[in-house]
Nanobody, 124 residues
């Protein structure tokens, strides 16, 4: 089994910064893609940023330039550096990973995993 463990959420004033981290609990997991999503109260979950195992990144338009996603393939970790935070960035941020689990000499088909979410609150 694989669990995604998130950390780094909290309360910050507008204009401040936070760094979120996510780590896969199983060392036999090989992530092909990791991402951060967020869900604000009353809104749908939306993609914030993603990174592939080859290092290609993608950002939602409203986050590009303020947020930076980075990852460590060997440790199956992903980070989200958030700068110039705005009150509208307030949301629960979720880590997402698509990858394969190595077991009994072979890799499983790729599967989607989600973290439990970490709350980011930006005060005005």
């Amino acid at each position: 089994q694989v669990q995604l463990v998130e950390s780094g959420g909290g309360l910050v004033q507008a204009g401040g910064s936070l760094r979120l981290s996510c780590a896969a609990s199983n060392s036999l997991f090989s992530a092909e893609y990791m991402a951060w999503y967020r869900q604000a109260p009353g809104k749908q979950r939306e993609l914030v940023a993603s990174i592939t195992s080859t290092g290609s990144t993608n950002y939602a338009d409203s986050m590009e330039g303020r947020f930076t996603i980075s990852g460590d393939n060997a440790k199956n970790t992903v980070h989200l550096q958030m700068n110039s935070l705005k009150p509208e960035d307030t949301a629960v941020y979720y880590c997402n990973a698509l990858g394969r689990l190595y077991s009994s000499g072979m890799y499983s088909p790729p599967r989607d995993y989600w973290g439990q979410g970490t709350l980011v609150t930006v005060s005005s």
